[in-house]
């Protein structure tokens, strides 16, 4: 049986809003709320996601610490582990230059603000600091993340619908897209979903060697969700509280300039690659939808492949880090 609210307001008539931005979500789960798209997820609809649990298979959806060194951002130093004992009989360790967004992770809504707009809920950029609580990966761990994960198998499905897909390109993937693989997976999104994208990014990088490995990285292609406002309709209106990836941004890159979005008067940074043009900023900034990037899904897609059922009980636990931009995503899929 289908789980869809009915007591939330359609992307359009986000789009119609006076009153706060328009295309923002803001105050529709109340006027102080920090936990944005994540509130589709309810009591109701995580004793459904626990039904779908069937033979007890569990899918590791986490890639290890320093997988993707060097940073494919170029901006994320690798983690460095160390261990001590005190006596001949015990181990304690810690890690230095950890980065919660180097490898598998979740993006936070602090993550990124909307150049006009600012932050999710129009939470001020003072509020924005190491230790501030506002908008922290800490709420999303106190929360949880529990529910109905749906994947799906890009390069499976452009393969049987016999159209073209170019893991060496930025190429887009539309909402009619996403609409086609839904169809062919016979499978529909309900409120809180997890929906899981993959694209078969990651398995390719990782076996490059590393000579290409770098020449990727001084010219980034990659493919994904493709900028557009339908986009964001897509997201908002099948009440997604989360959408994660096997790629570095979710969002295909380098960005479509003509998307909308991208504004040709923003400076360039310093270092890093640019964030003009990102999906990332309507999505987080005014929807409030989580965004996970380089989650481990070959294992997951070839399972739902065998056994034709692609929904699953997914649970992410994020670090309870306070005021924290995002942490790695502690995810698995039990089938």
């Not at 073209?164 to 997976?185: H, M, R």
């Not at 076996?207 to 908002?236: C, H, K, N, T, Y």
């Not at 070839?302 to 034709?308: I, L, V």
């Not at 929904?311 to 995810?331: I, W």
Request: hydrophobic residues 40%; charged residues 20%.
């Amino acid at each position: 049986m289908r789980y869809r609210r009915t007591d939330v307001p359609t992307y359009r008539q986000l789009l119609a809003r006076d009153d706060g931005p328009a295309g923002s979500s803001w105050g529709v789960f109340g006027e102080r709320d920090q936990l944005g798209a994540l509130n589709f997820q309810t009591p109701q609809s995580r004793a459904g996601a626990a039904g779908l649990v069937r033979t007890g298979a569990v899918f590791n959806l986490d890639y290890p610490v320093n997988a993707f060194v060097p940073s494919i951002a170029g901006t994320r130093p690798p983690t460095e582990h160390h261990m001590f004992a005190n006596n001949p009989n015990h181990r304690d360790d810690w890690l230095d230059s950890f980065y919660l967004q180097s490898t598998t992770q979740i993006d936070g809504l602090r993550h990124m603000r909307h150049p006009v707009h600012g932050f999710y809920g129009g939470v001020p950029d003072e509020a924005i600091e190491a230790g501030t609580p506002d908008l922290g990966i800490q709420l999303v761990a106190e929360h949880g993340i529990l529910g109905r994960g749906v994947l799906l198998d890009l390069p499976r499905y452009f393969a049987d619908a016999g159209k073209p897909y170019d893991l060496t390109t930025n190429q887009g993937i539309t909402p009619a897209d996403l609409e086609g693989a839904l169809q062919a997976c016979d499978v529909e999104l309900d409120s809180g979903d997890v929906l899981l994208v993959h694209t078969g990014f990651a398995r390719r990088y990782l076996g490059l060697d590393p000579e290409a490995q770098a020449a990727f990285r001084a010219d980034i292609q990659v493919p994904g969700l493709a900028q557009s406002p339908e986009m964001a309709e897509f997201l908002w209106d099948h009440q997604v509280s989360l959408v994660a990836s096997d790629n570095p941004g979710v969002e295909a890159f380098p960005v479509d300039r003509a998307s909308g979005f991208w504004d040709p008067d923003e400076p360039a940074p310093a270092r890093g690659p640019t964030h003009n043009g990102m999906l990332h900023r309507p999505v987080l900034a005014l929807l409030g939808i989580l965004l996970g990037e380089l989650w481990k899904l070959d294992e997951l897609a070839e399972a739902c492949a065998a056994d034709g059922r692609y929904e699953f009980l997914l649970t992410a636990k994020p670090l309870a880090v306070v005021g924290g931009v995002g942490s790695p995503a502690n995810a698995m899929a039990v089938k």
